[in-house]
């Protein structure tokens, strides 16, 4: 896996969100991304840092999407209008989820 400079998905979350971040949505998306890449991928939790690209360091195929969609849908009780994109980093996954839940929520 290639070295982040943080790895810290909570850190990473709430820099890239900045102004108006909810803490408390922040975690329960974060523990619901580690959730569903853990039960998808059958990875340790430890690997599960924001720099982590699904597919290079997580080894994520191509049908991994539609699993890793479906549990995030479930736990967190959004609609995730595309297939999570398996060219990105954890970071940008756990953003895209985060502002779904936001939108949500409002």
């Known amino acids: 896996m290639n070295q982040c400079r943080n790895p810290d998905l909570f850190n990473m979350l709430s820099m890239h969100v900045g102004t108006g971040y909810n803490q408390e949505l922040g975690i329960k998306v974060i523990n619901a991304v580690q959730d569903s890449l853990i039960g998808a991928l059958g990875i340790d939790a430890e690997e599960v840092v924001s720099c982590a690209r699904l597919v ?23 609609k995730m209008y595309e297939r999570v994109d398996l060219q990105n ?8 989820v985060y502002n779904l839940a936001v939108e949500k929520k409002n």
Do not use: H, P, Y
């Open 56 to 78: 290079q360091d997580l080894s994520a195929e191509s049908i991994d999407d539609i699993d890793i969609t479906l549990r995030l849908e479930g736990i967190l009780n959004i």
């Open 89 to 96: 980093k954890v970071i940008d996954l756990t953003k895209r």
